[in-house]
């Protein structure tokens, strides 16, 4: 009942619907029963326009158009594409991911990669995607390439992760590089759905977010204040190459270093995995020795150790 009592729709369908009829009222009352009808239609399309919609089809590519780009780094940026209109959302559950495709000069056929947005459903009329380029990665070069008004291809959702409240007592998470971006989605929900916010999200969530140097940590900054924010969030930080007076990590993630950050094996937790597929065979190997149930070759949503 508040949506309706909102200022949208007081000043786009109430006011306007009453100066009509009595408009028309007063100029001529015999034509009140057709001008009821017009505010009726006027009203209801104004009602179904204003209305949130998902865009998102699993089964279609469609264009979204290159709004705006943020450079992070030499190599980083975060692209933000329009959606049809500021009302939409890409209509992706927590935990899921996208399709992005395009035409590569030199290539037999249409390159496909899967992409997690750092956006969320709670950012209507756009999706933020953040690409880290690589000199033999098509579709990050292809990105990169993107100028303003451009667009690209995407379809979803996919991916066998669902998340919601309750779905585990503590997540243990590590990640690699752009591996952050399925973590980040899914930490914001957690935090979003806190009582202190609304909800009833009591979830735990230990990162160890591993990288080669300092500059490498991707949205440091958003992680921190997110780790400041939340009690119940914490990262830990991992560096090949650490700066002097560094205090987190160094070197590979080690089953100590997992062992001592993440949650230990139950059937209330989960393991989360996302980064190059080096790193994420040898922490699937880490993890089993560790006494974690023993990672599929295609994770699903039940499995106590997921591969995204």
């Known amino acids: 009942m508040d949506n309706f009592l909102s200022q949208q729709y007081i000043n786009g369908v109430y006011i306007p619907s009453g ?9 001529k009352r015999e034509w009140l029963p057709y001008a009821v009808v017009v505010a009726v239609l006027l009203g209801a399309w104004k009602v179904y326009n204003n209305q949130v919609k998902k865009v998102l089809k699993p089964d279609a590519y469609q264009d979204f158009e290159l709004k705006e780009k943020t450079v992070l780094s030499h190599n980083v940026a975060i692209y933000r594409f329009n959606l049809p209109n500021e009302k939409h959302i890409l209509g992706l559950p927590i935990g899921q991911h996208i399709s992005v495709a395009a035409t590569i000069d030199g290539q037999p056929k249409e390159v496909v990669r899967s992409y997690t947005p750092i956006s969320s459903d709670e950012n209507p009329g756009y999706f933020d995607l953040l690409i880290k380029s690589y000199p033999t990665g098509n579709i990050s070069k292809h990105m990169a390439s993107l100028k303003i008004g ?27 590089g752009t591996g952050i971006t399925p973590m980040l989605q899914i930490i914001r929900a957690i935090i979003r759905g806190r009582p202190r916010n609304g909800g009833n999200d009591r979830t735990e969530v230990d990162l160890i977010f591993a990288n080669v140097n300092h ?11 997110l780790a400041n924010e939340d009690e ?55 993890a089993e020795s560790l006494g974690y149930e023993k990672p599929r070759p295609v994770s699903k949503l039940e499995d106590q150790v997921f591969c995204f």
Not at 150 to 173: E, I
Not at 248 to 268: Q, R, S, W
Request: hydrophobic share 45%; with cysteine; proline share 10%.
């Open 19 to 27: 100066l009509l009829l009595v408009g028309v009222g007063i100029v």
């Open 150 to 176: 451009q667009t690209l291809k995407v379809k979803g959702p996919k991916g066998a992760m669902v998340y919601s409240p309750g779905l585990v007592r503590h997540f243990g998470m590590i990640a690699g």
């Open 215 to 225: 500059e490498d940590i991707l949205l440091k900054e958003d992680l921190d204040a």
């Open 232 to 286: 119940g969030f914490r990262v830990h930080y991992v560096l090949n190459n650490p700066p002097e007076k560094w205090d987190g990590g160094v070197g590979f993630v080690t089953p100590d270093m997992i062992k001592a950050k993440l949650p230990a094996p139950a059937k209330d937790i989960k393991v989360l995995l996302c980064g190059p597929p080096p790193m994420i065979s040898a922490m699937k190997k880490a």
